[in-house]
């Protein structure tokens, strides 16, 4: 969306806050993500991550700000906040770099689909797949394209013919919709890890 001056600017981005703040719903969210990512996006790249990086941050943020928008008690903090958030990200990605942090992250899960024919059961793989099933199918493609088959954003976009902000979407939602499987698990990993530790 192209505005005529910064004060347009500012009016339409405080029209999405107070929606999404007064009414959480999916389509007050889908305007709030569509108005900050792209300022997200330039955040992040501005402090030298490059472009997909960028983008993985910045939906990272969007999310966080979906779960916990509703602890922001003065709305008028509500873009100092999300900054905030954006920082605190910034500072995780960059701690993460400086030490090894076994994870289980979709990226990865989706790599080991790509490592095999055959996904058996209790895989990550295998539960991945099934996971897809919840999701719809435009972000079942949206999803593969961009973690099995490492296509980029602007990639994916252009094979579709879709604003690359409208792939962002698909993949945010895709991704918190799997969320809570994914710290599943995660949980189940950790647990696993230690019965082996000690022995057990």
Request: glycine residues 4%; aromatic residues 12%.
């Amino acid at each position: 969306m192209e505005y005529k001056s910064p004060s347009e600017k500012l009016l339409r981005e405080g029209v999405v806050v107070t929606q999404f703040l007064e009414s959480r719903s999916e389509d007050s969210f889908a305007d709030l993500f569509k108005v900050f990512t792209p300022q997200l996006i330039s955040f992040f790249r501005g402090r030298g991550c490059e472009l997909a990086m960028s983008e993985d941050l910045a939906q990272e943020v969007m999310f966080i700000v979906y779960r916990k928008a509703n602890q922001l008690r003065d709305r008028a903090l509500f873009r100092a906040w999300l900054f905030k958030v954006a920082r605190s990200a910034f500072c995780r990605y960059y701690g993460k770099q400086s030490r090894e942090v076994e994870t289980i992250e979709l990226d990865k899960i989706a790599d080991r689909i790509t490592a095999t024919t055959k996904a058996h059961a209790s895989t990550p793989a295998f539960e991945f797949l099934q996971w897809m099933a919840f999701l719809d199918t435009r972000e079942r493609e949206a999803l593969t394209l961009r973690f099995v088959e490492q296509w980029e954003y602007h990639e994916i976009a252009a094979e579709k013919a879709i604003p690359i902000g409208t792939v962002q979407w698909r993949v945010f939602n895709a991704k918190r919709k799997l969320a809570p499987y994914l710290k599943l698990r995660e949980r189940a990993d950790r647990r696993t890890e230690h019965v082996g530790t000690d022995g057990k």
